[in-house]
């Protein structure tokens, strides 16, 4: 059963200051997705990892896949506020000829304060 | 409007009752989604569509019934209502097969009392 665990759950950064979300999965995933949530708000995807050593980068955030390791990890540089929201991953599970089902991590709620 | 729309976007509804969540996209996707949102437990897949006529479960089906006549409709369905299904719920719709960027609708926030 494939498991995803993200830490931290929560996340208090001041502006300017770096840091890095971490996504673990329990099983053979060969992707890796990165969405955000904004509160009350849907989902906006972030990055699709399609293979290992895969990076993705966005303005401020930065994500990376090693399926090795079964670990993604998005990094946040230089914080502002406006990057203060909710940042889920997601690993999919393959079934023998299916398509297989997206599996959710809790989410990281992050805050950054001025 | 083009992109993914659903409706109701808030519903309180009573235990037992039969409740159906609406949901359009306007790509023409040949896969369409639907998850369940709870505090604590991230996303989790409910029913997922290939096209139409075809579906399958995901993760927590019981209690649903989706039908898929038309590529552009998903309808979720809430049989028999219960408290555990308050929830909010979100549609989506992706291009492809898993490895595609699945785009999410705005969701339906639903109280079951």
């Known amino acids: 059963e494939l498991k995803v665990e993200q830490n931290p759950l929560f996340l208090s950064m001041q502006e300017g200051k770096n840091y890095t979300i971490y996504c673990n999965y329990s099983?053979?995933?060969?992707?890796l997705y990165w969405y955000r949530q904004d509160p009350g708000k849907s989902l906006e995807s972030l990055f699709v990892?399609?293979?290992?050593?895969a990076v993705k980068q966005e303005g401020r955030l930065m994500a990376s896949l090693d399926t090795k390791a079964r670990l993604s990890t998005l990094h946040i540089t230089a914080a502002v506020h406006d990057l203060s929201a909710t940042y889920f991953c997601a690993a999919c599970m393959n079934y023998g000829g299916s398509q297989g089902n997206l599996i959710f991590g809790k989410g990281t709620k992050l805050s950054v304060k001025p | 409007d083009a992109g993914i729309t659903q409706s109701p976007r808030y519903k309180i509804t009573e235990t037992g009752r039969q409740v159906t969540l609406m949901c359009h996209q306007t790509?023409?996707?040949?896969?369409m989604f639907w998850y369940r949102q709870d505090l604590g437990h991230g996303l989790r897949l409910i029913y997922y569509s290939a096209a139409a006529d075809i579906t399958d479960k995901g993760e927590v089906p019981d209690g649903y019934v989706v039908s898929r006549s038309k590529t552009e409709n998903f309808p979720l369905t809430l049989e028999s209502a219960t408290r555990s299904q308050t929830s909010v719920y979100f549609c989506?719709?992706?291009?492809?097969?898993?490895?595609?960027?699945?785009?999410f609708g705005p969701g339906t926030r639903l109280t079951v009392t």
């Open positions: 989506a719709s992706s291009p492809g097969p898993w490895h595609y960027e699945q785009y």
């Open positions: 990892l399609l293979s290992n050593g």
């Open positions: 099983t053979t995933s060969d992707r």
């Open positions: 790509w023409s996707h040949s896969y």
